[in-house]
Each structure stands twice: as structure tokens, then as C-alpha cells.
Nanobody, 126 residues
Framework: QVQLIESGGGLVQAGGSLRLSCVAS????????MGWFRQAPGKEREFVAC????????FYADSVKGRFTISRDVAKTTVFLQMNSLKPEDTAVYYC???????????????????WGQGTQVTVSS
């Protein structure tokens, strides 16, 4: 069982920045590829960014490419999402998620992730 805890959300003006954090309670992310998703009111949960199964690559949704950066600490206990040049359309609840690396699965599909955090609200005002 992996418990994920997000933090760092808040209210920011358009053009501003936020950094989200995700901690795996009591363990490292070993054995899992980490990602971020978001869900705006009335919309489906959508992929934002993630690491590849071997951890050597990162992937981003086209809508955030060049503005958001996913990273992790050396100890592999915390994953970050640095969000720059925020836009009102980035407003959503952001979720950290973990998928097992021992099976092949599409990284952009929410159903392929095994564990989820509770989410953190990001609101970007215009």
C-alpha cells in the first residue's frame, strides 16, 4: 500500500508560479513511476506529467509543456511539480499518482495508476 500526500496548492494570479509536492508516506517511490494529473470542475481527470518506468525520461501534456516541470529528490521520497506561467485554464485539483513499473501501461491513462493522493487545489485568477 502506498499513501500519497500532496501539498503546495493555492491561489495565484495568471503568470505566477506554484510548486506542488507529493510525499509517499513511510516509504520511497521505489517500484513505481510517479505522475501528476488534474481535474477541473465538470471535466475528466487529465494527464499532466510523469516519469517513465525506468525514471530516465519525463513526459508532459501538450498544454503544460515548457511551463511545468516534474522532478524528484535524490532519496526518491518526494516528487515535485513546478508550475510556471500559470494560466486560468490550469485551475483544477491536482493529484499525485503512482503506477507499478513491473508492467507496461500507457502513462497518460489515469486508470493505469495504482495509487492516488487526495488532491490539492490550484486556482489561477485572471
Amino acid at each position: 500500500q502506498v499513501q500519497l500526500i500532496e501539498s503546495g496548492g493555492g491561489l495565484v494570479q495568471a503568470g505566477g508560479s506554484l510548486r506542488l509536492s507529493c510525499v509517499a508516506s513511510g516509504r520511497t517511490f521505489s517500484g513505481y513511476a510517479m505522475g501528476w494529473f488534474r481535474q477541473a470542475p465538470g471535466k475528466e481527470r487529465e494527464f499532466v506529467a510523469c516519469f517513465s518506468r525506468d525514471g530516465g525520461s519525463t513526459f508532459y501534456a501538450d498544454s503544460v509543456k515548457g511551463r511545468f516541470t516534474i522532478s524528484r529528490d535524490v532519496a526518491k521520497t518526494t516528487v515535485f511539480l513546478q508550475m510556471n506561467s500559470l494560466k486560468p485554464e490550469d485551475t483544477a485539483v491536482y493529484y499525485c499518482a503512482a503506477r507499478r513499473i513491473d508492467r507496461r501501461s500507457s502513462y497518460y491513462i489515469a486508470g493505469n495508476y495504482d495509487y492516488w493522493g487526495q488532491g490539492t487545489q490550484v486556482t489561477v485568477s485572471s
